[in-house]
């Protein structure tokens, strides 16, 4: 059985850093895509960056390039998101996901395994 946990979210303000990780289970970590996805009240689930298996490829949805930072650890089966300079508009329930396709800026598809989020609020 597939388990994926995400942590780190917090409460900050306009300016700071958090930096979520996601730990996975039940499957071979170095053989699958993984992503970061957000989700505020009242939108849809949008893709905010994805990382190829060995890590050598990235991708940032253009709302977070350059302030945000994947990564992973395929020996600890951990993924992170370094998030730099968080905005207001930062503020949702962040996912990881596992065994996808990254596409261009945030069009991230067919992901089949998923974590239950870690909320991001950033205040102004």
């Known amino acids: 059985q597939v388990q994926m946990a995400e942590s780190g979210g917090a409460s900050v303000q306009a300016g700071e850093s958090l930096r979520l990780s996601c730990t996975a289970s039940?499957?071979?970590?170095?053989?699958?895509?993984m992503a970061w996805f957000r989700q505020a009240p009242g939108n849809g689930r949008e893709g905010v960056s994805c990382i190829s298996w060995s890590g050598a490829y990235t991708n940032y949805a253009d709302s977070v390039e350059g302030r945000f930072t994947i990564s992973r650890d395929n020996d600890k089966n951990t993924l992170w998101l370094q998030m730099d300079n968080l905005q207001p508009e930062d503020t949702a329930m962040y996912y990881c996901?596992?065994?996808?396709?990254?596409?261009?800026?945030?069009?991230?598809?067919?992901?089949?395994?998923w974590g239950q989020g870690t909320q991001v609020t950033v205040s102004s």
């Open positions: 996901a596992a065994d996808g396709r990254c596409g261009d800026s945030g069009h991230y598809t067919d992901f089949d395994y």
């Open positions: 039940g499957l071979t970590f170095d053989d699958h895509t």
